[in-house]
């Protein structure tokens, strides 16, 4: 449980923080304005915030697993669609796409804690999943640097996709 939150918690860090290393190399593959790719960045963000309640409130009412899927398939498919993204416009929708997606994901993979774990361990299982949170923060800078020098700024968005299986694969086996 801890391990599933802790991973669809740390994809959408990951994400925004190696797409900040990124910036520059698609802003010049793309030929894009300085609007528009603080768009790519901003628009994620917008989406996130102001739809994470609403992502609760489903969570709540269809249960923790079926948001946390349809946001973990809809954030592998979004980051599909952004690493495919011949335009700054492409970018930026499919970047929404992946607000929304992780709107869905965070409150329900945090509730999969606060339901997987007696009171008496809740504690500690929400203090190991801030541990890796906290690891998650540096890694995304250095994999959005390694995939800009060694692939391209694609793949900082194609990496997402092994991740959001692995959940998908995770939350399958996962015991009601």
């Known amino acids: 449980v801890i391990i599933i939150a802790a991973l669809v918690s740390a994809m959408g860090i990951i994400d925004a923080t190696a797409l900040n290393v990124a910036l520059p190399f698609i802003q010049s593959s793309l030929n894009a304005p300085a609007a528009d790719v603080h768009w790519v960045l901003e628009i994620y963000l917008l989406f996130l915030a102001a739809l994470m309640m609403a992502g609760g409130a489903l969570g709540d009412t269809l249960g923790r697993r079926r948001p946390l899927r349809w946001g973990i398939g809809a954030f592998a498919l979004s980051s599909v669609g952004c690493a495919l993204a011949g335009s700054t416009e492409t970018l930026i929708f499919f970047r929404a796409l992946q607000g929304i997606a992780s709107a869905l994901m965070l409150p329900a993979s945090l509730a999969l804690i606060n339901a997987g774990f007696p009171p008496s361990q809740r504690a500690a299982a ?51």
């Open 126 to 176: 929400i203090g190991k999943w801030s541990a890796i949170m906290a690891l998650a923060i540096p890694l995304g800078p250095l994999v959005g640097g390694l995939a800009v020098d060694f692939l391209s700024w694609h793949y900082v968005f194609f990496l997402n996709v092994p991740l959001c299986l692995l959940c998908l694969g995770l939350l399958a086996i996962l015991p009601r």
